[in-house]
C-alpha cells in the first residue's frame, strides 16, 4: 500500500461516505482533464465538462451502495473511472452531434439582428442593490474607489493602474471585502436562527 489512496479505497469498498468524497476530490481534476483532451473547440460551448464527472459520480455511488462493484486496487478504481467518463462523454457527443451538423453561424454583420439581453428581473436588481449596500458598509473608506472602480467593471489591472496599488494588493482588498460581507450575512444569519 504505497498509495494513500490505496486506504481510502478499502473504506471506499466498504461503503464508507467520507471515501467518496475523499476520491472524489482526488480524481474529479483528472477526469475533467480527461473529457478536454476529447472535446473539440465546437463541442466546448455544448456542455460543461463538470456536468459529464458529475453524471460519472452519481453513477458510481449508486453502484457502490448496491455493491455492484469492488475494486481491487487503485489501478482498476482510476480505469474504471476513465472507462465509465468515457463512454458517458461519447454519449453526451452524440446527443450533440444532430445540433452541430445543423448549427449555422451568424455572419458578424447581423449582429445587430440577434435578440437582446435578457432584463434582469426586479428580484435580480433589487438583490444587486442590496449587495452592492452591503458591500459599502463592509468596504474601508479608503478603499471606496477601488470598490466603485470594480463595481463599473474595471479590470483588476485597470483598478491597479488607477489606483498606483499592486494587482495582488487589489485582489487582496476585493477579497477581504468579500470576506467581511459573508461574516456580516453569517452573523445575521446565526442571529435569526
Known sequence: MNDPLEAVLV?????EQGAVEEMFVAFEP???????????????AKFDSADVVQSVWADLVDGLRESRWVFASIEQFRA???????????DR???????????????????EALPADRIPRVSEDFYADELWQQMVEACPAAHYE?????????SIAEIAERT????????RILYD?????????DRKVIGEW
Open 11 to 15: 473504506r471506499l469498498n466498504s461503503g
Open 30 to 44: 483528472y477526469m475533467r482533464m480527461a473529457i478536454h483532451r476529447r472535446i473539440a473547440g465546437s463541442l466546448r
Open 80 to 90: 474504471f473511472l476513465i472507462k465509465m467518463t468515457r463512454n458517458r462523454l461519447i
Open 93 to 111: 457527443l452524440r446527443s450533440h452531434r444532430h445540433s452541430l451538423d445543423h448549427e449555422i453561424k451568424l455572419p458578424h454583420e447581423h449582429v
Open 146 to 154: 477601488l470598490l466603485t472602480l470594480k463595481h463599473q467593471g474595471a
Open 164 to 171: 498606483q496599488l499592486h494587482e495582488g494588493s487589489v485582489r
Open 177 to 185: 471585502i468579500a470576506k467581511r460581507v459573508a461574516a456580516r450575512r
